[in-house]
């Protein structure tokens, strides 16, 4: 289908972003990658008078070291974060992720902000993000202001980002050293996610002093397997103590049921997907 009729602005600026935001309100829609408006666009589940785009906006745009933290900008393509050599190094979880989002078209259109600010569930980058610790700088009428990724996800498509406001940067904290895997289950290949689960580990000697577990569809956010991270620290790397530890990863989920599978087989799933993820991010 073609999509309702709007007008298009496309300021170069971020405040000139937000007093086009301001101007039209609830009658406008922000794009950034379009990735997940244009398709809503093109079967009318939405039409808004007006399209404020950000791919103007040089200054969202890039990865930067910023001492304890790498700071990506929420206009930055998945191509260039996947492809940056201080996320490889720093956050090696994000490009594990990205290798696996979709397909080369996405990744060269879609950008690491938009895809979070949606905030799909099956989206595969919100799993590392809250296992990685990541803040969210976000820029409206009143100045900015930062949340935490615990607290940046606030339900199905929906995230602390206020109508008048503007996602800027994500502010991931370096886990130099650590390793990482992104385990993801899908029927078909560049599919969304059945359930995929975003994993790091700190070892030493042997055994895991560190784990940070991420899941993927198996609630209305992005989960973080507490339990399973508890139940790691201090264990061997080694399949028996991984395995145990992984059959906590169902515990606080609240999966969906879909024609991909219902919620007992997506809670079995996450158990063996974790078990598989924390093996080969430990290079057990």
Known sequence: MIPA???????????????????????????????????????????????????????LRGVRDD?????????TPHSVVGSDPLVAEHATLITRAVEHLADAQVRHRGTFGGALAHADPA???????????ASFVIQGPGGTRTVSADDFFVDLFETAIGDDEILTEVRVPKHTGWGAHYEKF??????????????????EGGTIAEARIGLTNMGSTPLRAAAVEAALAGQPATEAAVRAAAAHAAEGTHPPSDLNGDADYRRHLATVITRRAVLAAAGA
């Not at 379009?34 to 785009?53: C, F, H, K, T, Y």
């Not at 899908?186 to 070892?203: G, L």
């Open 5 to 59: 009729q709007f007008d298009y602005v496309a300021p170069a600026s971020v405040e000139d972003a937000l007093a086009a935001l301001a101007e039209h309100g609830d009658d406008a829609k922000i794009i950034a990658g379009g990735q997940s408006l244009l398709p809503v666009l093109r079967m009318r589940l939405n039409a808004p008078e007006w399209i404020i785009d950000l791919g103007r906006i040089e200054s």
């Open 67 to 75: 001492g304890d933290s790498i700071v990506i900008g929420a206009m």
């Open 123 to 133: 989206g595969d980058l919100g799993a590392p993000v809250r296992a990685l610790g």
């Open 186 to 203: 899908v029927r078909v290949a560049h599919q969304w996610p059945i359930v995929a689960v975003a994993a790091t580990v700190r070892v």
